[in-house]
């Protein structure tokens, strides 16, 4: 992460972080906590959406047994607004890691992320990843590159 982020940012940041670190040892139920119960998630997979901590938990563990060894996870370009109890923030997210047949993935997508302070702790309440599409042949742009690592 190389943005700047102001004090009112800071825990956050911090929780941010703290996940990313979480998916790379993919330890699932240490990031149970870190979601809201209603949590309403987004994600680039199918189905359309994820609702409620239990399939998102269950989403992890797919997720993650679908990895051999650790996760790469790499955050960039985050920027967080905080407003009272609620929080968002937006970045760029990478994955770089070999899946359990031996094929790598390396891939970027879009995130937004979106927190409600309950009972003085600050949690994911929504989750929004994706990717673009080629409008042409309809098909996922999986292979984009933030715009400073073009070549």
Known sequence: MNNEINAEGQP?????EQEAE??????VNALMP???EDLLSFDVVDP???????SVKQRMESWFSSFEGSIGINIRDLNI??????AFCHCLRNVDATNINGNKLNMWWRETTCFRKIESKWLITHRHSSV???TENGQ?????KP???IN
Do not use: C, W
């Open 140 to 144: 996922a742009s999986m292979n984009l």
């Open 132 to 134: 673009p599409f080629n």
């Open 147 to 149: 715009l400073n690592e």
């Open 22 to 27: 979480l998916i790379r040892s993919k330890n």
């Open 34 to 36: 870190f979601y809201a």
């Open 48 to 54: 359309l959406e994820y609702s409620g901590t239990d």
């Open 12 to 16: 956050i940041r911090q929780l941010i």
């Open 81 to 86: 607004t905080v407003a009272g109890n609620v």
